[in-house]
């Protein structure tokens, strides 16, 4: 840990709480994400809505359907690298965060205060809400069949369908994964409809756009400049596959299960996705997959009849199962920023019985709640899309610093540093792509990251605030321990030890002096 994150922790915890040790039992995450589960979050966080409604944005850049295709193969293909790099650093740093944890403990606590600082203030706020509109859009249309939902329509039921969701998580982490687990199970099962119906029409001969002389044939002239943007369009739609990092610590035996479920879920979602775009082209010509503002609806259509219905219901359903993924792992990342002392202390507290981390999903739930009441979360999300693109390749560039650094650290899993390098060549060639083509948006971006360095050295860095802000702050925790009846977890659940987990015993709250006796038993 840094010295102002250590500082923090120290001085956050509440004066006399500091250096209790627990020396009986407590209540700790519970480890209960078998390997189906793991592998329900990382498709079920990938496979969103966007290749039920828009993955035209590929096509339309790409410039022909043969080399749309190729398009999402490669992304898949580099997504798989990263998820192999990211497979790594899970085990050798097997912490819960993600790769905010990775870059921390690699570069620094300010280094990781921006990745967490983003992800807080506008990235899993704005794409939970983003979520939460597109389910409750796809609900109501049905009952507007010749206009759109009126808007507080929209974003009231997007709201409930939240707080429904929050209420999940905060009960009991097996509802959790197992509300993923059912909801990726039917947006598998929807998407393999389309690819059944789409290998149905290619044995009846439907294949006009997948010969090689029609697929190849540019609907616009080709531009290595909007190929290059349908790459970075594909990059986006992968989306997510890191998300499982974000909750190491609760993995039953994350050394087999978290490698395990990014081997079998990141070449399952490819399939999918170049499979879905196969058979939409059977079905559409180009031209008219692009004039559709819901593919997999404009396909139910032409295809299913009567029992188009499935289609809105389907991608009504991927995206509830979206948010759910989304509510879980970002709440872990909170609770992980706020136990390393980058947050609030409280956000790093669970329940007494539960274990769940009551704090952490209440305050992403609220986040993502004030986000709907702002009508410019689409052009944030533009924003920050090109800083959560940065720091994806800063966490794998950490890994051969780690490599280079500590050459002998135990490593479970011991990859070629020839695939971060691949994959860093091809995130560079984005990255660089997207300062040229949007400098202004990429600079608001930059800019909005680095508001988080004064935060980071008042908040984090600076030890000797003022007795009457700590008084305060040690007042808040203790209050918000007694709404939420949550304490902080025991020790030794993740791979930490030695200092750092000294550390964060030290960092326990108030209310832990006060009522640890009596919450001791309460081990999960």
């Not at 980058?342 to 790093?348: C, F, Q, Y």
Request: hydrophobic share 50%; aromatic share 12%.
């Amino acid at each position: 840990m840094t010295d102002g994150a250590r500082k923090r922790t120290s001085g956050s915890a509440g004066g006399d709480a500091a250096g209790e040790k627990d020396s009986g039992g407590g209540v700790a995450l519970k480890k209960e994400i078998g390997l189906v589960s793991a592998c329900g979050i990382i498709v079920g966080n990938i496979i969103g809505s966007g290749i039920f409604v828009s993955p035209k944005g590929v096509m339309e850049n790409a410039s022909s359907v043969g080399v749309a295709l190729i398009v999402w193969i490669v992304t898949g293909v580099i997504t798989a690298i990263g998820a192999l790099c990211y497979a790594e650093l899970g085990v050798t740093i097997p912490k819960s965060g993600g790769d905010y944890s990775y870059v921390k403990d690699i570069f620094g606590g300010l280094a990781g205060f921006l990745r967490l600082w983003i992800a807080v203030l506008v990235i899993y706020p704005t794409n939970q809400a983003v979520i939460a509109l597109t389910f409750s859009n796809y609900v109501l249309q049905p009952l507007f069949p010749t206009c759109f939902p009126p808007e507080n329509g929209l974003r009231l039921l997007a709201a409930v369908c939240l707080l429904l969701l929050t209420w999940v998580n905060c009960s009991s982490v097996r509802w959790a994964t197992r509300v993923q687990d059912v909801f990726t199970a039917g947006k598998l099962l929807a998407l393999a409809l389309i690819i059944v119906m789409g290998l149905v029409q290619i044995c009846k001969g439907e294949y006009y756009w997948l010969e090689p002389a029609n697929a190849f044939e540019p609907f616009q002239e080709y531009d290595v400049g909007l190929i290059a943007l349908a790459f970075l369009q594909g990059s986006f739609a992968y989306g997510g596959w890191n998300f499982l990092n974000y909750v190491t610590e609760e993995l039953v035996d994350p050394y087999v299960n978290l490698p395990r479920a990014i081997f079998i879920s990141v070449p399952l979602v490819t399939f999918v996705y170049v499979f879905a775009n196969i058979a939409y082209v059977t079905a559409m010509s180009p031209q008219e997959l692009l004039a559709s503002n819901a593919v997999a609806v404009t396909f139910g259509e032409k295809l299913l009849g009567v029992m188009s219905w499935i289609m809105p219901i389907s991608v009504a359903l991927s995206t509830f199962g979206g948010v759910n993924g989304s509510l879980f792992t970002s709440s872990r990342l909170f609770f992980a920023g706020a136990r390393e002392g980058h947050l609030p202390s409280l956000l790093a507290m669970i329940h007494v019985k539960r274990c769940t981390p009551i704090p952490a999903l209440l305050f992403t739930c609220l986040s993502t709640l004030l986000m709907l009441c702002t009508s410019d979360m689409y052009t944030l999300i533009n924003y920050v899309g090109f800083i959560n693109y940065l720091f994806y390749g800063v966490t794998v560039a950490g890994q051969i610093v780690l490599r280079i650094r500590q050459p002998d650290m135990h490593r479970p899993i011991k990859i070629s540093l020839i695939w971060p390098v691949i994959y860093l060549l091809f995130w560079a060639f984005l990255l660089i792509f997207s300062l040229y083509s949007e400098p202004v948006v990429c600079g608001i971006g930059l800019a909005i990251m680095l508001t988080g360095v004064p935060v980071y050295f008042l908040g984090v860095y600076w030890d000797n605030k003022p007795q009457c802000f700590d008084a305060l702050v040690n007042k808040m925790t203790y209050l918000g321990q007694k709404f939420c009846v949550v304490v902080y977890p025991a020790m030794g659940n993740g791979g930490e030890g030695g200092e750092e987990g000294e550390e964060m015993k030290e960092a326990r709250s108030p209310l832990s002096k006060e009522d640890g006796d009596n919450h001791k038993s309460a081990d999960c």
